[in-house]
């Protein structure tokens, strides 16, 4: 099935990082892919331990598009260093993505972030062979330099 995976490496520390990933309410500060991301708190920086299994409402801003498309998921991974979600339109038959982060520590200074999404069901297949995931690529990588960004410019203020 479809994969879309991207990673960078970030000079600060993964617990930095780590911080902003989880702090949802501070997103339409710096993330112009997901751009609203709502639970039942909005920062879980401190007990991501509460995003067991919730449901979550995300908006994801995609260049070209007139108004940002709005999914419904569940969170099955809620670790320190990895959050995942998942979330179908329609059916998980039709077409389901698990959307994934994760936080490898390098050095005590250094991570990398990898961040991606794997797509299941009937339109996910037929849609393998375009370039529709390819074209989606970009928008991860954007996130992916502008949570860079955040985590180096502001190391000693989090």
């Not at 007990?47 to 299994?53: C, D, F, I, T, V």
């Not at 979600?85 to 972030?113: A, D, Q, R, T």
């Not at 960004?149 to 502001?154: D, L, S, V, W």
């Amino acid at each position: 099935m479809p994969t879309i995976h991207t990673e960078i490496e970030i000079n600060a520390p993964a617990a930095v990082v780590s911080q902003i990933l989880y702090q949802f309410n501070k997103y339409p500060e710096w993330n112009t892919f997901l751009t609203f991301v709502l639970g039942n708190s909005n920062d879980y920086s401190h007990r991501p331990q509460e995003l067991a299994n919730e449901h979550i409402t995300i908006q994801v801003w995609t260049p070209g598009k007139q108004k940002p498309q709005i999914f419904d998921c569940v969170v099955n991974k809620w670790e320190p260093n990895n959050l995942s979600w998942e979330g179908h339109l329609l059916s998980k038959h039709i077409i389901k993505g698990e959307h994934y982060f994760e936080i490898v520590p390098v050095s005590e200074n250094k991570c990398i972030f990898k961040h991606g999404e794997n797509f299941s069901g009937g339109v996910a297949a037929v849609a393998s062979f375009t370039s529709v995931f390819e074209n989606l690529k970009p928008n991860y990588e954007r996130m992916n330099q502008e949570l860079k960004k955040r985590a180096e410019a502001g190391v000693s203020k989090l």
